[in-house]
Nanobody, 122 residues
Framework: QVPFVESGGGSVQSGGSLRLSCSAS????????IAWFRETPEMEREGVAG???????LYGDSVKGRFTISRDNSKTTQYLEMENLKPEDTAMYFC????????????????WGQGLQVTVTS
């Protein structure tokens, strides 16, 4: 059984929206920063958005103002609302448990989810 269950990827036109979900046991949300990273064949994995166990949030510069990370009250599912999507947002998106995400920095990734494809067409 994999620790993270990811859902919500897909294809959307430029300017559209998608929501990604990452579900896991409370242990993960209470221990780590749970974050979304993305990767393309041309680009190394970059941090998109993360929420620490204390509620602190870190966004990557390229998504600020367009993406919103949130968590349900049970602290078992985290969401990434992606709005005003652009073709350059096309990537594999991974839910990850990160040692920390604060002050503009990402810590060591402790666990990677299996990934979701997001494709934005122009």
């Amino acid at each position: 059984q994999v620790p993270f269950v990811e859902s919500g990827g897909g294809s959307v036109q430029s300017g559209g929206s998608l929501r990604l979900s990452c579900s896991a046991s409370r242990y993960w949300f209470n221990t780590y920063c749970i974050a979304w990273f993305r990767e393309t064949p041309e680009m190394e994995r970059e941090g998109v958005a993360g929420m620490a166990y204390d509620g602190g949030i870190l966004y990557g510069d390229s998504v600020k103002g367009r993406f919103t990370i949130s968590r349900d009250n049970s602290k078992t599912t985290q969401y990434l609302e992606m709005e005003n999507l652009k073709p350059e947002d096309t990537a594999m998106y991974f839910c990850a448990a990160v040692a920390y995400c604060a002050e503009g920095r990402w810590g060591e990734v402790k666990y990677w989810g299996q990934g979701l494809q997001v494709t934005v067409t122009s």
